[in-house]
């Protein structure tokens, strides 16, 4: 009984594999077209989102920082970003800010 067993689930899965490629009744059993739209093609994947231009990333995050106008957050900035351009700009802020 031990051995019947799995040939008994081997041929299980032979016959449920075969499901795949048949048709019932004249309709295709295939997923593929299961999840087809009425074109016949399997739907698009959504797409990514382009990626952010960097630059103005930090030209948002400085003005942020501006507007906020306290010494932490334009020390903040120029911990983040100190090799930018903008970051001069942030020191020299922060120079004529109030200790």
């Known amino acids: 009984m031990q051995r019947t067993l799995p040939a008994g689930l081997f041929g299980a899965f032979i016959a449920l594999a075969g499901l795949s490629h048949q048709r ?9 077209k299961a999840k087809a739209d009425n074109s016949g093609t399997a ?3 959504p797409s990514m989102p382009m990626a952010r231009d960097p630059a103005a990333a930090v030209a948002e995050e400085y003005k942020a920082a501006r507007r906020k106008g306290t010494r932490q957050a334009l020390e903040l900035f120029i911990a983040r970003h100190g090799n930018d351009p903008l970051a001069e700009q942030a020191r020299a802020k922060l120079k004529r800010l109030p200790r």
């Open 43 to 45: 739907p698009r994947a």
């Open 24 to 32: 019932l009744e004249g309709l295709p059993v295939m997923v593929e």
